[in-house]
Structures are given as C-alpha cells and as structure tokens.
C-alpha cells in the first residue's frame, strides 16, 4: 500500500502565498517523477507542475513564474511553493506520483486525496 498525505491548503487573497506539501510513504522502492495536478470548478484535471527524481521540472504555463516545485528525496515529499495567487489558481490541487514497488517492477501512478486552495478577497 502507498500512501500519500497533502497538506498547506486554503483560503488566500489574491497576491497571496501557500505552499503545498505531499508526503509519500509506504511500499516505494523509488519515485520517478512526483508532481501537483489541479481541478477548477467545470474543469477538467490540469498539470501543474511536475519535477523529476534528478530535479527537472516542467510548469504549465499559466503557473510559470509564480510557482516552484521542489522536492526532498529523502522524505519522499514534494513541495509546491505558490505565491501571487490569483482566482483562477482557485481549484483542488491534487499530488500525483510515478514509483515502482521493487525493483525491476513496472511504474506505478498514484493519486493524493485532493486538497482545496482558495483564492478569494
């Protein structure tokens, strides 16, 4: 089983920072890509950011520039760092990751929960 617990979520104004936090734990024996997903109300599921285990990253372009993305190998936990937030980043963002169980197995893909950011006055 893999488990993935985000947090950092809410409510902000507009300019306003947050930053996201997904931690992965569980039966990993590596992760190759980790990333944040979001889904805007009448959307569908939209990349936002994605960073590789060696450290590169791709950004939609809607975010580039006002979002990073990083991540700590270690804790298996990837960040997303968020600020000039605008009502259109209002959405639930979602962390995502590619691992593979043991090694030699097939890449997996595996779903946060979801947690809802907020950007209102």
């Known amino acids: 089983q893999v488990q993935l617990v985000e947090s950092g979520g809410g409510l902000v104004q507009p300019g306003g920072s947050l930053r996201l936090s997904c931690a992965a734990s569980?039966?990993?024996?590596?992760?190759?890509?980790m990333g944040w997903y979001r889904r805007a109300p009448g959307k569908q599921r939209e990349l936002v950011a994605v960073?590789?285990?060696?450290?590169?990253?791709n950004y939609a372009g809607s975010v580039k520039g006002r979002f990073t993305i990083s991540r700590d190998n270690a804790k298996n936990t990837v960040y997303l760092q968020m600020t000039s937030l605008k009502p259109e980043d209002t959405a639930v963002y979602y962390c995502?990751?590619?691992?593979?169980?043991?090694?030699?197995?097939?890449?997996?893909?595996?779903w946060g929960q979801g947690t809802q950011v907020t950007v209102s006055s």
């Open positions: 995502n990751i590619k691992y593979i169980r043991y090694s030699g197995s097939v890449l997996r893909d595996y």
């Open positions: 569980g039966s990993i024996f590596s992760i190759n890509a």
């Open positions: 960073i590789t285990s060696g450290g590169r990253t």
